[in-house]
């Protein structure tokens, strides 16, 4: 077993160092000692890009998919997954390109590392059968700040490798949206002195469990001298003290909000444009924010209470002035917006226990929290403007739909007219229906919709609906095509027909 946790800690380092950071700590080194006038071409080009090319406006997404790791026949040593991240679109070419290539590099490595777990796995199987259990790694990537100057995404990993817990890493890779560059701390400015003050004072507000504030000083200064964990959101930079390091691993991990206005020496090329951003909240936890935009710090908490008749009541508090929505079962995502308009929100996804989910916006620029919108469904990803909810939908089967919304004086107003199912071409467990009779369809036929007979035992591939009377499929052969519904008591009905009579089997995402 201490073989395998040497090995886990190895493959931690050279993961991290290789897919979040490597490259640019070896070009760190090489360049050490150049000065200003013997950069490297590359880094002078970077910079010209920056100076030469003009903010992009267009809303920067990415694209996360999660995959997960083919053990085939030792799937019983192994079992594995990871997400991949794209930019969305064509406006950002350069971090288009840097992303697609440091994802490239992180699944390399992933593979690489999964097959030596399983020799390794192997092993403790045949030695320790009675305590073997199975290794698996699993890592999620979550973006935390998206803009036209910086895209930052959190990734966090978790392995078991034998014993009685698994062990967890919160990491995080930034890049100059523009260059493509993958920035480290010393590329946002002159800011590692004043992170050093924050994590002190939080140090001593907050005192850890195994050192002296002295011992902690040491600490910091060792991580801030290598490269460190951290990633930047709407609201400051995020550093992140992972397990063991400054606290047990009963304590878990700590994460401390620096925010921007706490960095003078910050680079202006890198601080929010105007404000505007998001940050994922922690329920119960206080946050200072600026919410009204004068300068001056609010401290925003939210706090769920017991069950009560069946609901989970949650509190939403600015400076003490607090509101109480209507019901709630268990908290699954809170966000702070600021957009464009200078308008501040918070986007509360709550699950209703049923795998159902709704999603309440609430304004706060006014300092007193007003509930104003609620949306079926849950965060799925978010920008400074839009916001992607994901929704469990029944139509002719269950599915998991998408659609984008937009920030409009206290409403969420869907910017698409229907909702795109997770239903895509090539993808495991890919749901179909078929047809037991013949259905009138109408199908695109050089871009026209046309009526058309379907005979029975053609296979149609769910792909959108509106939710409301509209279904979108495709067919084997390629062609899209719509249905029109009816909702019934018992079900729905196309052209006055139950669905069951239409359809072999519905099916259901689980």
Not at 104 to 109: A, I, P, R, T, V
Not at 310 to 337: H, M, N, R, W
Request: proline share 3%; aromatic share 10%; glycine share 8%.
């Amino acid at each position: 077993m201490k073989k395998a946790l040497l090995l886990w800690m190895i493959v931690v380092v050279a993961v991290f160092s290789t897919a979040c950071g490597g490259a640019s700590t070896q070009k760190e080194q090489t360049t050490g000692d150049m000065t200003a006038t013997e950069k490297p071409e590359e880094t002078q080009t970077q910079e010209q890009t920056r100076e030469e090319k003009p903010q992009v406006a267009a809303p920067l997404k990415l694209q996360i998919d999660s995959i997960v790791y083919d053990a085939g026949e030792n799937e019983d040593f192994f079992s594995g997954m990871y997400d991949k991240a794209e930019v969305a679109g064509d406006d950002y070419p350069a971090l288009k390109n840097a992303l697609h290539s440091w994802s490239e590099e992180y699944e390399k490595n992933f593979n690489t590392y999964a097959a030596a777990d399983i020799e390794d796995a192997k092993k403790f199987a045949e030695e320790m059968p009675d305590v073997f259990y199975g290794y698996s790694k699993n890592q999620t990537l979550k973006p935390a700040r998206l803009d036209a100057a910086i895209a930052s995404i959190s990734m966090d990993e978790y392995i078991y490798l034998g014993g009685a817990h698994g062990t967890s890493h919160l990491s995080g890779v930034t890049f100059d949206t523009q260059t493509g560059k993958e920035l480290l701390l010393e590329d946002l400015g002159d800011i590692k002195e004043d992170i050093r003050a924050s994590l002190l004072a939080y140090i001593e507000e907050h005192p850890s469990d195994l050192y002296s504030e002295a011992e902690c000083a040491e600490v910091i200064d060792t991580l801030l001298d290598t490269q460190a964990d951290w990633y930047l959101d709407g609201l400051g930079l995020i550093f992140v003290f992972n397990e063991y390091e400054i606290n047990s691993y009963a304590a878990g991990r700590t994460l401390v909000r620096i925010p921007y206005h706490q960095m003078p020496g910050f680079k202006e090329e890198y601080l929010p444009v105007d404000g505007c951003g998001f940050a994922w909240l922690s329920v119960g936890e206080d946050t200072e924010i600026d919410v009204d935009g004068d300068g001056s710090m609010e401290t925003v908490c939210i706090t769920e209470t017991d069950f009560d008749n069946s609901e989970k009541p949650i509190t939403v508090s600015i400076d003490g002035t607090s509101v109480g929505l209507e019901y709630g079962a268990f908290i699954s995502s809170i966000y702070y917006v600021k957009n464009a308009d200078g308008k501040s929100y918070i986007l509360l996804s709550c699950d209703m226990i049923s795998d159902d989910y709704v999603t309440q916006l609430l304004e706060v620029d006014s300092k007193v929290p007003v509930k104003c919108d609620e949306v079926t469904g849950f965060v799925y990803s978010i920008t400074n403007s839009t916001v992607d909810i994901s929704a469990n939908l029944y139509v002719l089967g269950t599915y998991i739909g998408y659609r984008c919304y937009g920030f409009d004086t206290g409403k969420l107003v869907a910017l698409e007219e229907r909702y795109t199912f997770d239903n895509a071409e090539g993808i495991e467990g890919r749901r179909s229906l078929k047809l037991i009779t013949d259905l009138l369809v109408k199908l695109d036929t050089d871009g026209q919709m046309a009526d058309e007979a379907l005979p029975a035992g053609t296979i149609l591939y769910p792909c959108d609906t509106d939710d409301e009377a509209v279904f979108g499929f495709v067919l084997e052969d390629g062609r899209y095509g719509e249905l029109i519904f009816e909702r019934a008591d018992m079900g729905l009905t196309i052209d006055g027909v139950s669905e069951f009579d239409i359809f072999e089997e519905l099916p259901y995402a689980g």
